[in-house]
């Protein structure tokens, strides 16, 4: 199983839980300190 993020997700803050059978990925977003910013010409 692949999973592609973008650019609004914490990786460094990403969890995974398995609970009876069950899979819980928590993404975080992340905050608006540390969202790129992309210069537009």
């Given at each position: 199983?692949?999973?592609?993020l973008?650019?609004?997700?914490a990786?460094?803050?990403i969890s995974a839980?398995?609970?009876n059978g069950l899979l819980?990925?928590?993404l975080p977003k992340k905050s608006v300190?540390?969202?790129?910013?992309?210069?537009i010409k």
């Open positions: 199983f692949k999973l592609h973008n650019d609004l997700v990786e460094d803050h839980e398995i609970k819980k990925l928590t300190s540390e969202a790129r910013q992309i210069e």
